[in-house]
């Protein structure tokens, strides 16, 4: 990596610096647009000791579940338990902490962080458990409560396509949190389908600058569907 030049090779290069005890943002919703592989490389590493912050953690056997397996997280920042049994278990055991954010607020602590706003007040979880212990505050007659914004040490993305200088597409539902996630750390890897040169991505269709992307590498993916619904086949046709 030389310059403006955002790419590495590998994965432990991708991924170094990453220690026990730091807290990792990463994109993705269920299993679309998951930073897989560098999920994995977590895995092979055994960091252990994490605070994850994603919509959710995952499946049970993929994306950020696999981390479960062997208990490297200590805390999930999420908004819903989703299709893993384990996240469910252990949050019930208390092996894991959990904390269960609502979706649009969890959206917007990554968004602030990378905009340099500490905290913001927000309406959502005014008057349930979201809010026991948060500043509340009234505007126009209205409750508010307030909520920090969260910077992780690292930040996993996955992208469709990027120019060697991180400027980064995503592609259509799996835009979701990647762009918020890619705001909020203080070292941001992303992993793309396609690396192009500069300037063959048109300015127009740019999703997020470089200038938040530290590391870019390019793998292959497996985009496993979390729910498969089939619909039976007419019986003569």
Not at 54 to 67: Q, R
Not at 142 to 167: C, H, M, P
């Amino acid at each position: 990596m030389a310059g403006l030049n955002k790419v590495v090779t590998s994965y432990a290069q991708a991924l170094a610096g990453l220690e026990d005890g730091m807290t990792v943002i990463a994109g993705g919703f269920g299993l679309c647009g998951i930073p897989e592989n560098l999920i994995k490389e977590i895995k092979r590493k055994g960091t252990r000791n994490l605070t994850v912050v994603s919509n959710n953690c995952g499946t049970t056997e993929y994306g950020l579940g696999i981390l479960l397996l062997d208990k490297q997280i200590r805390k999930m920042v999420a908004s819903y338990v989703g299709e893993n049994a384990n996240f469910e278990a252990q949050m019930m055991s208390g092996e894991l902490e959990v904390e269960l954010t609502p979706q649009g607020t969890l959206a917007e602590k990554m968004r602030a962080a990378g905009a340099g706003i500490p905290a913001f007040y927000t309406a959502t979880g005014f008057g349930t458990e979201v809010a026991v212990g948060k500043e509340v505050k009234e505007f126009n007659g209205r409750q508010y409560i307030l909520e920090e914004s969260i910077k992780g040490d690292f930040a996993l993305v996955k992208a469709w396509k990027a120019d060697t200088y991180g400027n980064l597409v995503f592609r259509k539902t799996a835009r979701n949190f990647n762009p918020l996630a890619a705001m909020a750390g203080k070292v941001t890897v992303v992993e793309v389908e396609q690396i192009v040169a500069p300037g063959e991505l048109d300015p127009d269709e740019i999703h997020t600058p470089g200038i938040y992307v530290d590391r870019l590498i390019q793998g292959s993916f497996e985009k496993r569907i979390e729910q498969l619904t089939i619909r039976p086949s007419s019986q003569g046709q």
